[in-house]
């Protein structure tokens, strides 16, 4: 009859810990916003889930996204710093 929607566990702390990397990374201040989540792919041959991390720096909004759970994501999979200007979100692909 009702089924819970958002995750199955408690992830808080993984997105804290995502976030904190991508601050650190990308040195993002604590007033821009980054949203983090997991999502299911629907796309045929990707890996069942991926994490969706946007943020803002000096008001442009930019996007990455990492084929494993939230969970399992490392600071290894995050880009290095100078690979920014490459996650620049012009609106063109898959975005919201």
Known sequence: MFRRLGPAT?????IAFIES????RFQIEK????????????????????????FWKDNIRYRHKIFLRIGDVKHEDVPVSWLLPSLEDNGEGDCC
């Open 21 to 24: 990397i991508f601050r650190e």
């Open 10 to 14: 408690d992830i808080l702390n993984d």
């Open 31 to 54: 007033k821009d916003i980054i949203l983090v989540s997991e999502d299911r792919s629907t796309t045929l041959g990707f890996p069942p889930y991926e994490t969706n991390i946007i």
